[in-house]
């Protein structure tokens, strides 16, 4: 009995020193291990530490945002993007890439008749240096196709002043004119010179009416309330009758003189000539010249290379015609070609 109960007692003694050698040999110690947390931050005041995580939210958004489209770029294919918006109509660009073109256009209220072109009105000055405006004169002729050419390859605009006369011999040129998008005014009815003693108010009043009113039946629309008097001879009767009507006046700083030059390379020496001197300002040419046909390629080329660009005008409102003239030219009759050449019929001989 004693024996039993002594093994009995070794028995456990022994289990207790294996226990005991297992523990500290092959259990993991809390006091040896590293420790598994870090000590708490000190706290922040609550705004304080909203604002830090707000500006830090931001930086970060921005940072995946770019290492995101990084990794696309250099793994997986793009995702495909959303469906583009419908396509708006935009308007037909140049086909010339190194064209001259339009630099700014500038709409012109004419209420009270403003004067342009520094030769006779001061009063705007609205051109900054090196920018000029292309006018023409006493078109429309079969010498103007080919002026709207050269102004379309050059993509760039001007105005037009024609005569009245001159529409009923070729409403189609005009409406030519008119379908490139050229501003167009008049020049009164026959290039009546209105500062002539010989004529009276009321006839230089339907020289005026008369050349919008002709300018309206070969287009079919009202044309801008521009003008230019032939010559640029006016009187203060007749000024003062055009600020009635609010129609803007149009002289010149820039005159090519084409109607006294004997080739286009003339043309062309005129014109630059007179800019390195002015800098800016409205060039007067005609389309019913051939030389100024002949010239305008180079012409637009030489403004370009020069540094010049070109203001195109507008106005903001087209002219009312007077109802009685409309009649009248409706009345016209296209007068009957006699085959005579047209330098024995029509000669421009001053602007």
């Given at each position: 009995?004693?024996?039993?109960?002594?093994?009995?007692?070794?028995?456990?003694?022994?289990a207790i020193v294996i226990a005991g050698v297992w523990f500290w040999t092959s259990s993991p110690r809390a006091?040896?291990?590293?420790?598994?947390?870090?000590?708490?931050?000190?706290?922040?005041?609550?705004?304080?530490?909203?604002?830090?995580?707000?500006?830090?939210?931001?930086?970060?958004?921005?940072?995946?945002?770019?290492?995101?489209?990084?990794?696309?770029?250099?793994?997986?294919?793009?995702?495909?993007?959303?469906?583009?918006?419908?396509?708006?109509?935009?308007?037909?660009?140049?086909?010339?890439?190194?064209?001259?073109?339009?630099?700014?256009?500038?709409?012109?209220?004419?209420?009270?008749?403003?004067?342009?072109?520094?030769?006779?009105?001061?009063?705007?000055?609205?051109?900054?240096?090196?920018?000029?405006?292309?006018?023409?004169?006493?078109?429309?002729?079969?010498?103007?196709?080919?002026?709207?050419?050269?102004?379309?390859?050059?993509?760039?605009?001007?105005v037009f002043f024609p005569i009245g006369l001159h529409t009923t011999y070729h409403p189609d040129i005009l409406?030519?004119?008119?379908?490139?998008?050229?501003?167009?005014?008049?020049?009164?009815?026959?290039?009546?010179?209105?500062?002539?003693?010989?004529?009276?108010?009321?006839?230089?009043?339907?020289?005026?009416?008369?050349?919008?009113?002709?300018?309206?039946?070969?287009?079919?629309?009202?044309?801008?309330?521009?003008?230019?008097?032939?010559?640029?001879?006016?009187?203060?009767?007749?000024?003062?009758?055009?600020?009635?009507?609010?129609?803007?006046?149009?002289?010149?700083?820039?005159?090519?003189?084409?109607?006294?030059?004997?080739?286009?390379?003339?043309?062309?020496?005129?014109?630059?000539?007179?800019?390195?001197?002015?800098?800016?300002?409205?060039?007067?040419?005609?389309?019913?010249?051939?030389?100024?046909?002949?010239?305008?390629?180079?012409?637009?080329?030489?403004?370009?290379?020069?540094?010049?660009?070109?203001?195109?005008?507008?106005?903001?409102?087209?002219?009312?015609?007077?109802?009685?003239?409309?009649?009248?030219?409706?009345?016209?009759?296209?007068?009957?070609?006699?085959?005579?050449?047209?330098?024995?019929?029509?000669?421009?001989?001053?602007?």
């Open positions: 009995m004693r024996s039993a109960l002594g093994l009995m007692l070794a028995s456990v003694v022994a006091d040896a291990a590293p420790p598994q947390t870090t000590a708490a931050a000190k706290a922040e005041p609550l705004a304080a530490a909203a604002a830090k995580q707000a500006a830090r939210d931001d930086v970060e958004t921005t940072a995946a945002l770019s290492k995101r489209a990084d990794a696309t770029q250099a793994a997986a294919p793009a995702a495909a993007p959303a469906p583009a918006p419908a396509p708006v109509a935009a308007a037909p660009r140049c086909a010339n890439p190194d064209a001259l073109g339009i630099s700014r256009t500038v709409v012109v209220d004419t209420t009270g008749g403003p004067g342009f072109g520094f030769l006779q009105y001061k009063q705007y000055d609205f051109l900054t240096d090196h920018e000029v405006v292309l006018t023409f004169d006493d078109g429309p002729w079969p010498t103007t196709p080919a002026v709207l050419k050269a102004l379309a390859d050059e993509c760039t605009k001007a409406r030519q004119v008119a379908a490139a998008g050229h501003t167009i005014g008049a020049h009164t009815w026959s290039h009546a010179h209105l500062a002539s003693k010989k004529l009276t108010e009321q006839q230089a009043k339907d020289e005026i009416e008369k050349g919008f009113s002709a300018v309206k039946l070969a287009l079919g629309a009202n044309p801008a309330p521009f003008f230019r008097f032939p010559a640029l001879a006016h009187t203060p009767a007749t000024t003062a009758y055009l600020g009635t009507r609010n129609i803007a006046m149009f002289s010149v700083d820039v005159d090519s003189n084409d109607f006294k030059s004997k080739s286009s390379d003339e043309v062309i020496n005129n014109v630059m000539t007179k800019l390195d001197k002015e800098h800016k300002g409205i060039i007067l040419m005609h389309d019913l010249q051939k030389h100024t046909a002949q010239a305008l390629p180079t012409l637009l080329r030489k403004l370009k290379a020069g540094g010049y660009k070109i203001v195109w005008m507008k106005a903001k409102t087209q002219i009312e015609t007077l109802p009685e003239y409309d009649a009248m030219m409706a009345k016209t009759e296209k007068p009957i070609a006699t085959g005579r050449p047209i330098g024995n019929v029509v000669q421009t001989i001053a602007d």
